[in-house]
């Protein structure tokens, strides 16, 4: 189980309200490569890890994309909550308002709702070991497409410590990868 | 940010592997009603609520809501992580099979994966109130079914647990829907 | 079944075509609060309603629901009928050019389409009429949001007029909820 | 608007309860070429057909349809009221009991629920009553393997009632499309 | 199985970049009436025809159209690939980039994933070659609006003549709805 | 654009009619590591590599892949071609008969149809190459638990071979990776 500490992983300071900008970033909040499909993914692995060092990264890691989703819905939250009818419609959000005010939801840029079909777990940890490798690499191109989009200062340094942690988190499913290969290699059961 | 707790909130014991009944249960894992689908309501719509209560209260059921889902997955897991082949071919669970092994996964007990159009976030603290009470009403019916479904005295308990949790958060968003309105009735705003 | 009446429940007029709005009002036609999600789940749950008033008050909203769908239909049709190509570019709807030309098609404001996911039933009238409620306050919290999108006097009169029917069906679902739990408890079946 | 009359278009029988025949008739109700399908197809494309027959055509038979649904959603309903929890279970209706009771709902006979992905409108009437007419043949196909599926004499009569229909709108829709076409040539607007 | 042979079966010229006209036309790419929902649709269907030549036509065309999502790939990619991120920003394609950068995606104009729901097999070869014709008129409906909206008489000629290969299909699936039903007729398993 | 070859790229042979194993191995042809994903996906990505001999591999192994989604579509085919209804309706495969008779579709083992929300394109060569990794290790240990499912030596046979394919593409995806990152870092455009 998990407990709420009240503070964020890394703290969210805007410049100014930006609602073009929030329209994009939402992306890794509900879009196919964010921090609710890489946390979802993770918790949900955990349980066909062979090792409980695996189990152990895999729940680690899938707690921390839980701070990112809300170090992600926060920098949306204020880009977003000070915003006018008429700013929300010249920036393509008047769809958006019409549905849910300016609140969050788990969509893409687009206004695509968040969907399980963008994750997966095989029972087998080498492919998901993988697949969480190029997941990583996936949420890192988003936050450098993401940096190119921004023209807020405080913003890109949040997405630049989203993305530091995504390569972080790559090279630690590497290292799991190499171990729990020798650890099946041993025992002979892959 | 939420720290992980080694511990399930409520302990989870199965008489038997039971692949059955895990392929109801699963629904609760990743269906409409599931604890998925709660506790990602509830720590979205935390944003948007107009007092600090209103957003606790979302925070600290959204957050309870995680340790059910991992309940109910530690639940189907235990069900089924010893099954053969043969057995989850007798359940219908040849599919799972094929995409899964005995992995997890966000589906309902068709095999339907988890969406966001499942769930909603209005802005309207009036509205966001009255759907989650709804919701907590559905996943009390959910529990009832799976309840008549099981065979298994010791799921049965969990589920039994886990169905008196709704009724107890059905009664929480009741208190703070009546005091949202006083408040907004004071405010003037809505 | 139906019969068809050759006539709107309530007259609708625009001022003059007006592309934007037609955009964000479609949500009400095809989105996940409208008046097709209305009116399908209310049909749908007639059936196992327990009493005969009970699934006649469903039927008679449901079947409501689809008057308010024809006059939603028609609001959009109006603003966009003789919108020019240039005109449908200009307002984002060139996509929705693409696809189907100037008719009509049930998505949200930004071209997702319908789902049943969208709607429940549970066999639990409990739970079915309290979603009810939500849903009947949700779009009343849309048709706001529209509202303040409005830039049409003759639009908004429309979308009120919708407004203050959905406040009356959240009445009276609220007291059939009563009346269906005083009934059941006579019963002892619940 | 349409007027709810307390009939079925044509009376349903069923000779006993038989969850099985329910779980396939039921892609009839919320399935890809089912009548909810045909009935919101019709209606939605009304709008932009270019004369009053055309537009009538299409708002008659989707009406029928909505009648259709209504007789199968009731020919489901008879066949799985009664049902035991067991036979729902034998049946592989575990699943749809665990989230809906014996509650109806819109989905095909694996449980995947309805999309307006199935169908469409292209604001060109030829290609509207030709998709329409694929529809309809698609339907006929439909119940021609529900027909070999069933095992209940009254139910197959109401699917040869049902499957006569389907005919009876190809033939009227080959019949619009002629006169639609000859209207456009002559209009030279086509 | 399939040679893949380097050349376009059509010229791809564009006279610019041009993000606007890219973001209509990927539809074609991966929208409901698309090249690829063609392709998939009649190389699925081959398995059920009942004759070979029915085979074969539908192995040819569906081929044909693998080669037509080639152009129409090609054609978005040259328009967009050397777009400044303003100039997707400018287009309202800020969303786009953000998840795949200048890549190509199966998406509509609205940016929503391909789905084989908007495709069918019937296993009866009158109801798919019917739904054949009419997704023929539907993708024909389609490149018209498209044309509508070029405004770069270079990708205009693409669109004529992919335009033009529709109406030479539909010719062909017409000619063999005429030589199946005969066969069928003469086979007396109709 | 590619030219058909009428042969398949491994001989498909079964020992009898087995719509169990049919029902199962089908999630390679439409689920969400199959071969469609896989040729799409590769296909797809084709465009946004930085070098000719990235495209060139892309485009090799898609074409491949199309060639396997053959082979599994002949294996589903020959196994359930001539079923009975009542083998159908016994094999959990009444309701695919219902909406398809014996046509294939592009489903996973549960009906659940293939969408493009599996697949992805960054625009970011290494990420890309990384997903296909994933991807080629997700679609052998699907391959894995079908073996493990078979009870027929000559579709295991076959299987084994698509199998073999996987692990061949996963070695070029990993060579691939190598090169286009010296290359990346040659250009210090990375």
Redesign the interface.
């Known amino acids: ?5 009240k ?3 890394y703290p969210v300071n805007v410049s100014r309200k930006n609602v ?1 900008l929030a ?3 939402i ?1 890794q909040y ?4 964010g921090e ?1 499909a890489a946390s ?1 993914r993770y918790l ?2 955990r ?2 890890m062979p090792t409980e060092r695996g189990k152990a990264t895999l ?2 890691i899938g ?1 921390e994309e ?2 990112h989703l ?1 170090i992600v ?2 920098l949306v ?1 204020k880009l977003t ?1 000070d915003a006018t ?1 008429a700013e929300l ?1 010249a920036a ?1 959000l ?31 940890p ?3 070991l ?2 969480n ?2 997941v990583e ?2 949420a ?3 936050y ?3 940096i ?2 921004s023209d807020d200062p405080q913003v890109t340094d949040v997405l630049r410590f989203l993305r530091e942690r995504e390569v972080v988190h790559f090279q630690r499913f590497g290292e799991t990868l190499n171990y729990i290969q020798e650890f099946m290699d041993s025992k002979k059961c892959f």
């Open positions: 189980m998990w407990v709420y500490e503070k964020l992983q073009h329209k994009w970033i992306t509900g879009g196919p490569d609710l979802l949900n692995q349980y066909s729940n680690d707690t839980l701070a809300e819905g926060t939250y909550k009818v419609k393509g008047g769809g958006h308002y019409a549905d849910h005010d300016r609140a969050l939801f788990y969509v893409d840029a687009n206004g695509h709702p968040w969907t399980a079909e963008y994750i997966q777990a095989k029972g087998d080498i492919a998901d993988l697949e490798m190029a690499q996936k890192r191109a988003t450098n497409w993401l190119n989009l």
